[in-house]
């Protein structure tokens, strides 16, 4: 008997447990694909892809202790050629193109039909980009034409990376102390992203931020 064909190897980076669980089941009922390791953050992250070697990542947006973004751009500068495909619950309008600036191949909600992810998967390892159909235009005429037609769905849509996430926290009612614990900064730099979040969406004072913030939260969660 032949040797049996060696299966692309997956490695989940997702801080949900059952979520893990159920997303290697469905990868590995695939004749062709297997999950080689799971890690919950960054750390642990960039250790399971030195040492297994896996031939693709499946990347949250939200991890414990770091961004999803951020990893994403760890990962690319040093494996430059690993396909990473984020899934996410985070809503695709507004972090599919950052995921794709960071250096993610395809971009993914959670709540899609196990097909449509298994799909994705396939499509991305093909060296393909993997977007939902709404999506693929816009993001794609401005990544990779330089068009500049669209305008930002939301002001909040104009905040960097860091300013989102800086964002987000305080909108799930954490204190710029926890902050910057959190994102391992000084609470002056919190504070500087905070001054810079309320001139992007014209917001007059923190309370303001704050309220602001726990209602953009609040939308997106329910």
Known sequence: MGKAPEKTRILIVDDHPLFCE????????????????????????????AELQPDMALVDISLEKTNGLDLIKCLKSKYEELPILVISMHE???????ALRAGAQGYIMKNQPIKIVRDAILKVLAGDIFLSEKMSTSVLAR????????????????????????????????????IAQDLNLTIPTIHSFRNRIKEKLQIQNSTELTLHAMQWVRERTQ
Request: proline letters at 6%; hydrophobic letters at 40%; charged letters at 30%.
């Open 92 to 98: 695709e309008a507004l972090y599919a193109e950052r």
């Open 143 to 178: 990544l990779l034409l330089g068009k500049k037609d669209d305008q930002p769905v939301s002001p909040v849509e104009l905040l960097s990376d860091r300013e989102l996430e800086v964002f987000q926290m305080l909108g799930e009612g954490k204190p710029s102390r926890q």
């Open 22 to 49: 159920g997303l290697q089941r469905v990868i590995d009922r695939h004749p062709e694909l297997v999950v080689c390791g799971q890690a919950a953050d960054a750390v642990a992250a960039m250790k399971a892809v």
